[in-house]
């Protein structure tokens, strides 16, 4: 099965920029599709962006035009580089890989992102 594991948290000043990376273990990464998720304290885990195995990209209405997410199939990798970034931004964001037939579904450890001044 694939694993997943993300890095590039950190603490950022409101304005400012990061980029995550998702390193994908196993086999078959570019049949799956890949998104990035993020969850608050208190609040539900929600989608940021997802890029499918045709590199079709969608993002929620939050982070349109600030985020952008893309994957290199050899690298066997998926980043989100964040512009602009907002003290709403704060969230743990979650790396994760969808596949329908068959049927997986893989998530990341998480690595925390915290906009601060």
């Known amino acids: 099965h694939v694993q997943l594991v993300e890095s590039g948290g950190g603490l950022v000043h409101p304005g400012g920029s990061l980029r995550l990376s998702c390193a994908a273990s196993g086999n078959i990464f570019s049949s799956y599709t890949m998104g990035w998720y993020r969850q608050a304290p208190g609040k539900p885990r929600e989608l940021v962006a997802s890029?499918?195995?045709?590199?079709?990209?969608n993002y929620a209405d939050s982070v349109k035009g600030r985020f952008t997410i893309s994957r290199e199939n050899v690298k066997k990798t998926v980043w989100l580089k964040m512009n602009d970034l907002k003290p709403e931004d704060t969230a743990v964001y979650y790396c994760?890989?969808?596949?329908?037939?068959?049927?997986?579904?893989?998530w990341g450890q998480g690595t925390q992102v915290t906009v601060s001044s």
């Open positions: 994760h890989g969808f596949r329908v037939v068959p049927p997986r579904n893989y």
């Open positions: 890029i499918s195995n045709g590199d079709a990209t």
